[in-house]
């Protein structure tokens, strides 16, 4: 069809879609204007909003779709029933090899579940986790968390193909050798926790030449970026991910606030806005969107429902950069060494 | 033996105890000059540092312990053999009528296990609960969240419980006839979220007239001040604190490494200082330190155990207020009301 990279888009997933879906795929054809996307939803609107945004229609084909998954449809439900929806067909376009990779903004389970039976389990891998990248105040260092809500529920071999796929995420993306691997918890004592956290505990201490495993750390250790990776189920991921987006936004409202009881205040923004952008810059949680489904045979990228168009942009150039970096294949290398290799396979 | 309000400390537990407990003992003396405090712990230590403090010597007695319950020591364990253990000590002094509320920056699970065996669980309640008061970005509402620790794993009756005590504290401390109370869980739409969270929403929605159930929220809820209580399992709620506080610390620490990069922004600071200022009063964990175990009969205070002086003060500070207004009893006959009155009881 075309040598250019190939991203598909869920045109009809996310709180405001298709409208910032549309203006943040204009963003990112403006960065990357060699990406051709696929945009799957509904012709007519999409259409519309592409001529609005100014979209360059060298850049995209739309593949008219009527069924929009909803956000709060049972995933199991949107795997048997939703064969028709913007949801699926993007995704198919990556099994089918059309695209290099996915991003949807919709129903995180349903884009989760689709994307595992659609693009199926690595070997090796017995759930797959949403992974994503988070702001440390460690500078220059990122912290990579997973899982952020695939999982519910985990068992112990659960956390600990997090652990190690995690690790094998780091390493491709920040080039570090053996990051640091800990377990969240809630007390950094060895008798603190669930049953299945402490076993994963052992299995991951007892392969400490296949894996750099720091130990239990605790929710205020993800922001202070004392370890590189942060392995928990999904259900307390997901808790920590929002509350840590949630304090951001609370401090933020409470400083506006403060600011308005006085004057001098705003005549010492003007001097400090610099520094208080490089620091939005910094923690900015649109520059952090794009969740990864780490685990599968394909790159499928979870923007968040409630993403602007810069939001939803920096989920598509993750999905790009993931794609330019060969990703899925050097995972797939680096899990079968560290989880097949014959001489030293990885003891549970 | 005295009219004075008497609060038991355990002087010994916390991560700098007992300087920063002395310390803090300090200043809760200075502004409470009424209340007599019962030291437990190392007496000539104590009384080295209460002589270095310059501590009133009629605001306090010492009772002198040569066991400390260590942070990493298992709650069965402590029980069972930490019968000699300042903590203990200072419990029991609350059950005997001694002192009207005891305070710990130690071993959390041992504090609960300990407070638990010695004064008991209040009829109505099958798990005691930890609850600890929050900031939001809502202008004068804090948000009271509970499980923080105690149960890693809870069942459906559990998560009821707890929010019927949030909302009975709630009312108390704040004079809210129905607050609103918010289960904790992955996402806001019915199929979300794990099978003991469906089931206490169940039964939370079935008792309308007894509890304000708001529904699902999720974790940047909290800060948002969305309801007036969030309940949740103690490994959810645990990692959600910490993960705010985490955030609110890292957020600082960045905007000072910014900071360093900018003249202009040191300048900005002098008119900003005193907006800095209140934005720091109204989110100083410190001022939140004080987590209260809901549902015994009597009130135990768990500090942080990293907590300086200041933050141990409020810890005090919560104390004193709790016997002040007569807590437990207000909280007793609530419960009662809420759990057994005839006409009309609550259905599970």
Known sequence: MTDRLVISIDAMGGDNAPETVIAGVK?????????????????ARIEALAEQNGLDKQAYRVYHTTQVIKADEKPSAAVRY???????????????????????????????????????TMAGVDRPAIAAIMPTSVQGQDVVALDLGANAECNATNL?????????????????QKPSVGLLNIGSEESKGREEIKEAANILKANAEKINYYGFVEGFDIGAGTTHVVVSDGFSGNVALKAIEG??????????????????????????????????????????????????NGISVKSHGGAD???????????????????????????EEVIFSSEDSFEY
């Open 27 to 43: 963003l990112a054809h403006e960065k990357y204007p060699d990406v051709f996307f696929l945009l799957y939803g509904d012709e």
């Open 82 to 120: 939703g064969r028709e929806s913007s949801m699926w067909k993007a995704i198919y376009a990556v099994r089918t090899g059309e695209a290099s990779a996915v991003v949807s903004a919709g129903n995180t389970g349903a884009l989760m579940a689709m994307s595992k039976i659609c693009l199926g």
């Open 160 to 176: 600990v193909e997090f652990a190690i796929m995690g690790s094998v995420f780091y390493r491709i993306v920040y080039g570090l």
């Open 247 to 296: 304090t951001a936004k609370m401090i933020k409202r409470i400083f506006g606030q403060q600011m308005k009881k006085s004057l001098l205040a705003y005549l010492g923004m003007i001097f400090l806005f610099p520094t208080l952008l490089r620091l939005k810059k910094r923690v900015d949680p649109r520059r952090y969107n794009g969740a990864m489904f780490l685990g599968l």
């Open 309 to 335: 168009e810069l939001g939803y942009f920096h989920a598509v150039e993750t999905a790009i950069n993931l794609v330019q970096n060969d990703f899925c294949e050097k995972i797939r290398v680096e899990l």
